[in-house]
């Protein structure tokens, strides 16, 4: 079945740091790949998305990029902030099936 | 325009009790889907509704539940409740067809003592 691995957390880094959050999918088929973030005591925000292959994902500075190659879509930032400090997870949905299968989650703490 | 709502934020019930948690979509969109983010085990795929009708569940007992009305918004209903359901319940709307982009409302916190 589709599973998405995500880098155990929790990811501790200091304001202006460069992110990377590794997340790797297994899909058959060519499946969407999302990442969504989740702040503390709020419900999940779409952070970016990627629909094929070599497609490049970005929002308020994040990027991720559709590897097919590595079954990758891997969550990057050049400078975080301490407002980045959130959940984040790496997703999935597969055409014909209607359901997000997500990642575990990481939490980052971005610290001043 | 107004996104996904949920309500109530919080529900506080005891075992054996009946929940139910509302969810209205966003304009335009007829699916809605309900997942379950308990402590420790992720986001979990509960149900999906799209055109009044059940499409696909998850691996939940059937005493989740819920329906989907003629406006799309959407009843989730959890009967006889056992404290390990205490959880945040999020829903989510997309557009038709698939696979669509889902956008998740806040969720409801229910607590099961």
């Known amino acids: 079945g589709d599973s998405v691995t995500q880098m155990e957390g929790p990811v501790t880094l200091s304001e202006e740091a460069f992110l990377t959050i590794n997340c790797t999918y297994t899909?058959?088929?060519?499946?969407?790949l999302f990442w969504y973030v989740q702040y503390p005591g709020e419900g999940l925000q779409l952070l970016l998305k990627?629909?094929?292959?070599?497609d490049k994902g970005s929002n308020k500075g994040f990027e991720a990029t559709y590897r097919k190659e590595t079954t990758s879509f891997h969550l990057e930032k050049g400078s975080v902030q301490v407002s980045d400090s959130a959940v984040y997870f790496c997703?999935?949905?597969?055409?014909?099936?209607?359901?997000?299968?997500f990642g575990t989650g990481t939490k980052l703490q971005v610290i001043p | 325009e107004a996104g996904v709502t949920q309500s109530p934020t919080h529900l506080i019930k005891t075992r054996g009790q009946q929940a139910t948690l509302r969810c209205s979509p966003i304009s335009g969109h007829t699916s809605v889907y309900w997942y379950q983010q308990a402590l420790g085990l992720g986001l979990q795929f509960l149900l999906w509704y799209d055109e009044g009708e059940e499409r696909n569940r998850g691996n939940f007992p059937p005493r989740f539940s819920g329906r989907q009305f003629p406006n799309y918004s959407s009843e989730l209903n959890v009967n006889a409740l056992e404290l390990e359901d205490s959880a945040l319940y999020l829903c989510?709307?997309?557009?038709?067809?698939?696979?669509?982009?889902?956008?998740f409302g806040p969720g409801t916190r229910l607590l099961v003592l």
């Open positions: 989510a709307s997309s557009l038709a067809g698939g696979p669509k982009t889902q956008y």
């Open positions: 899909a058959t088929g060519y499946p969407s």
């Open positions: 990627a629909t094929k292959a070599d």
């Open positions: 997703a999935l949905t597969r055409t014909g099936y209607q359901k997000v299968t």
